[in-house]
């Protein structure tokens, strides 16, 4: 061993070795290949490339020129409504992004634990509901108690939507997949009877009443701007879970145990204390999405308030290697798309769903990697494959 | 007697002290070393670094961890020094396992159990598809560790390798353990009768009829 090994720096954790331009090589590459699919899908549709993902790009990030006459207005008059519409789109890109860090983080977790967790949808709904139950039903609360409360709520109640399916894979070797599938169903038919019985609010919309404002998320800017602390929170947890996951015992415990039952075991960990673990924690972190959704954005619940926001964090957790980072970038990422999406919907008239083409296909591209190494010539390297799933049983 | 399967009937004693309910991390702080028979699956996290591997089974204890927390100085020193000193070949300790060659991710393993004090020995195949060099390298150390008063427990197939490191040797057939000989008084061939469920003890006549029931 010669002193030129020291020279090797460490590979970062958790992408399977390599270096990190390897690692993302094939998701940066996914993502281009899709927008080209996605521009083949809007020739075909008719529409113009350009006027299309110019759209796109307005509806992400803002339009330059409004930004330069926003700030004019500010200089001029110390008017601030022109300057607020401008950066509107990027703030709502980001609100969008929110919750999709949060879910793809849960499910992430899960992946790096050997679970699929497509539970994160019903987890999310309810993680929703009792925050909003904690927000609305408890007045008179100083923000500082009430808010950590109220998320702190949707965290638990995800965590039991979690909890189950985890506790049925560890003792009885139940596959997830089915059973958090069923407690997403079982959590889409809660919460129509809830939002239509005992926690709707007066009138006709199967709706919750609203929070109260001290159990709100704060946000930046005045209205209309949406943008609220729920990002700063998504990014504090997103950190905490890097850390957990590659700098604690229990991490590594984590991972272990998603890269290697068999080693795992025979290393004395316990796989059915992992298990439970992780689907608790993974529910919990779904249900912080909620949360982070009623709190800050919305400030109620109603029917179809999760809105696929489980099943995108799949395909999230997937391009972002089930790295807390690369989640947080995908989730950008995906947040940017769908926000710019509707604008190019209204702009454009090309319709969303080019948007689910072009995340579908990158799905595709990451389920099997191999389409992108043929594609661009790339070769090889022996990396950490994400586990979908080891079989039914134990 | 890893604490992987369940014990069914009787109980353990190891070091004076019997063990019967008990689980692989309770056996391993008791002092037994274990070299899996399939190392690949039960032995290394392949996708993980060398450094990771060589702390896989004491990641929880000082000083690799403080509380939760794990200490990847110690992790990176430990790793070095375990590289060094059995010579595992390899460009440094943060390539995965997957890069090492069999004889070298068994070197790992071999540094990894050697490297925390320990009563007993299970060494199952030890040797399986290495190299010469490293089959030498790993049946020096066995003895090594003969030498030093732990027990040792040697699993294999190979019966040059029973009679060359073994004090004594138990042979088992379908299951039971056909009988327990000092291995310098027998040969290859005493050993293979036992192999094939025939005690060599046995008178000529009766050696012939079990012969005649085997085939």
Same mark, same amino acid.
């Given at each position: ?62 339009? $330059? ?39 793809? &983080? ?33 007045? +008179? ?6 808010? $950590? ?8 109640? +995800? ?5 189950? $399916? ?13 059973? *958090? ?27 919750? $009443? ?39 015992? &229990? ?11 068999? #080693?795992?075991?025979? #290393? ?31 400030? =109620? ?11 995108? #964090? ?59 190494? =043929? ?16 079989? =039914?049983?134990? | ?41 039960? +032995? ?6 060398? !450094? ?17 927390? &794990? ?27 997957? *890069? ?48 030093? +008063? ?48 025939? !005690? ?16």
């Amino acid at each position: 061993m010669t002193d030129k090994n020291k020279l090797k720096s460490k590979t970062p954790e958790g992408i399977g070795g390599g270096s990190l331009r390897d690692a993302i090589r094939v998701p940066a590459l996914a993502v281009l290949t899709g927008l080209i699919i996605g521009a083949f899908a809007i020739i075909i549709s008719g529409a113009n490339v350009f006027t299309a993902y110019g759209a796109l790009f307005v509806g992400s990030f803002g339009d $330059p020129v409004r930004f330069f006459t926003g700030f004019q207005q500010l200089f001029s008059t110390g008017e601030t409504a022109g300057l607020l519409k401008a950066i509107y789109p990027f703030t709502e890109s980001l609100v969008t992004a929110t919750p999709y860090i949060f879910a793809g &983080l849960s499910v992430a977790l899960g992946f790096r634990c050997g679970l699929f967790n497509i539970g994160a949808e019903g987890q999310f709904f309810i993680g929703a509901l009792c925050s909003a139950f904690v927000g609305y039903s408890l007045i +008179g609360l100083p923000a500082y108690i009430h808010l $950590p409360l109220a998320l702190l709520g949707g965290a638990a109640g +995800g965590a039991l939507w979690g909890i189950i $399916p985890g506790y049925l894979k560890a003792k009885f070797g139940a596959h997830e997949v089915v059973n *958090t599938i069923m407690m997403n169903w079982i959590a889409f038919k809660l919460s129509d009877w809830l939002l239509n019985g005992p926690m709707k609010a007066s009138g006709f919309r199967p709706v919750t $009443p609203t929070v109260e404002l001290s159990a709100q998320l704060p946000r930046f800017f005045p209205d209309p701007i949406r943008l609220n602390w729920g990002l700063i929170l998504a990014f504090v947890v997103a950190y905490a879970l890097y850390w957990f996951l590659f700098k604690t015992t &229990l991490g590594f415990e984590i991972r272990s145990v998603g890269a290697n039952p068999d #080693a795992a075991k025979y #290393a004395g960990m316990s796989i059915v204390k992992n298990l439970v673990l992780v689907m608790a924690m993974a529910g919990g972190l779904a249900g912080l999405a909620g949360s982070a959704q009623v709190l800050g954005v919305d400030h =109620w619940v109603g029917q179809g308030f999760s809105a696929g926001y489980g099943f995108d #964090a799949i395909a999230l957790a997937l391009l972002g290697k089930s790295h807390p980072f690369g989640v947080v970038l995908s989730a950008l990422l995906f947040g940017f798309l769908r926000s710019g999406a509707t604008r190019m919907q209204s702009m454009a008239g090309i319709p969303i769903d080019i948007i689910s083409i072009i995340q579908g296909m990158v799905i595709v591209f990451i389920a099997a990697p191999e389409i992108i190494r =043929w594609l661009y010539r790339i070769k090889n390297i022996k990396a950490e494959e994400t586990v979908l799933t080891r079989g =039914w049983g134990k | 007697m890893t604490g992987l399967l369940p014990i069914d009937v009787g109980q353990i004693q190891l070091v004076g002290e019997a063990i019967r309910h008990t689980s692989p991390r309770d056996i391993l702080e008791r002092g037994v070393a274990h070299i899996p028979e399939d190392r690949q699956r039960h +032995g290394l996290l392949l996708s993980f670094p060398i !450094h990771d591997n060589m702390m896989l089974c004491t990641y929880y204890q000082p000083p690799f961890a403080k509380g939760v927390s &794990l200490q990847q100085k110690t992790i990176f020193d430990n790793a070095e020094a375990l590289v060094k000193q059995y010579d595992v070949r390899t460009p440094n300790i943060y390539v995965n396992a997957s *890069t090492l060659s069999g004889g070298n991710q068994q070197k790992v393993i071999v540094a990894r159990e050697f490297s925390r004090p320990i009563h007993l020995l299970i060494a199952s195949q030890p040797t399986r598809g290495l190299d010469v060099g490293s089959i030498e390298y790993i049946h020096t150390q066995i003895i090594k560790k003969r030498n030093e +008063g732990v027990g040792v427990l040697l699993v294999s197939s190979e019966l040059d390798e029973i009679l060359a490191l073994s004090d004594r040797i138990a042979v088992m057939y379908k299951g039971r353990i056909m009988d327990i000989v000092d291995a310098n008084k027998v040969n290859k061939e005493y050993l293979g009768l036992l192999m094939a469920g025939i !005690h060599p003890s046995e008178t000529p006549k009766a050696k012939s009829s079990a012969a005649e029931k085997v085939f």
